[in-house]
Nanobody, 125 residues
Framework: QVRLVESGGGSVQAGGSLRLSCAASGNTESINYMGWFRQAPGRAREGVAAIYRGGGRTNYADSVKGRFTISQDKAKNTVYLQMSSLNPEDTAMYYC??????????????????WGQGTQVTVSS
């Protein structure tokens, strides 16, 4: 089992920045990708960004390219999501996920089987 604990959410004005962290523990050898997903009220959970633990390859949703950066500290088993130029449409609960995922499925939530509890991000205009 893999345990994921997110932190770093909060409230920010449009144009601001936040950094989310996700610390993984447990059987981390069983996962190859970690990702960030978000879910706004009344909407489906969507993939935001993912990173390959072995080599650092990253993948982003079009809506966040150029604004969000996913990175990792392998020694700490921690993944980060640096979010910049935030806008109200980024308001959502953000979840960290981990799994054994194929390259083509890194932004699909159903491909992940370990999830954190979520952290709220609220962007005001």
């Amino acid at each position: 089992q893999v345990r994921l604990v997110e932190s770093g959410g909060g409230s920010v004005q449009a144009g601001g920045s936040l950094r989310l962290s996700c610390a993984a523990s447990g059987n981390t050898e069983s996962i190859n990708y970690m990702g960030w997903f978000r879910q706004a009220p009344g909407r489906a959970r969507e993939g935001v960004a993912a990173i390959y633990r072995g080599g650092g390859r990253t993948n982003y949703a079009d809506s966040v390219k150029g604004r969000f950066t996913i990175s990792q500290d392998k020694a700490k088993n921690t993944v980060y999501l640096q979010m910049s130029s935030l806008n109200p449409e980024d308001t959502a609960m953000y979840y960290c996920a981990a799994g054994l995922v194929s390259l083509g499925g890194t932004l699909f939530p159903e491909r992940y089987n370990h999830w954190g509890q979520g952290t709220q991000v609220t962007v005001s205009s």
